[in-house]
């Protein structure tokens, strides 16, 4: 570790607010961008900056010195943004979940189940096989693959 981070340190367990602003402006570019690309979110990364400040100040006590100050704070920073990716995940599965659970008939749609009643399928080919001809003024450019018509600029 180096001498300028270990006083930045001693000077923070001491609690003197100028080593912690020093710290905040040192190492917060760097935490802040760790945190933007890894939640890809400016309003959550800066959500994320401030609790990894705050965890920072509580855990600063048991910084030993054995890396850097800026590779600890880092592995802090990943730390808290992998645990919030996971409860945005498990947050998203429970939301998720109870809408999975049941439907309001009651019943839990199992996709490998047979359907209980058919589905009335239309036959598009067919159905558009039926419909009378339109005769359509020469201009107009039909595409039926694609299922659009193009009208030409005047």
């Not at 920072?56 to 990716?85: E, M, P, V």
């Amino acid at each position: 570790m180096r001498t300028a981070d270990a006083d930045l340190v001693a000077r923070c367990k001491r609690g003197e607010p100028s080593a912690f602003e020093a710290l905040y402006r040192q190492h917060s570019s760097r935490l802040y961008n760790l945190a933007y690309r890894m939640v890809g979110n400016a309003a959550d990364a800066e959500d994320l900056l401030q609790e990894i400040f705050l965890l920072a100040h509580r855990k600063l006590g048991s910084f030993k010195g054995q890396s850097a100050l800026g590779t600890w704070l880092y592995r802090l920073a990943t730390n808290l943004c992998l645990d919030h990716l996971r409860s945005k995940a498990a947050r998203t599965a429970q939301a998720t979940s109870s809408i999975d659970e049941e439907s309001p008939s009651g019943r839990r749609y199992d996709p490998a189940a047979p359907a209980v009643q058919p589905v009335m399928s239309i036959d598009l080919e067919r159905a558009i096989a039926r419909l009378p001809e339109v005769p359509c003024p020469p201009w107009w450019s039909i595409d039926y693959e694609r299922g659009r018509v193009r009208f030409p600029l005047p």
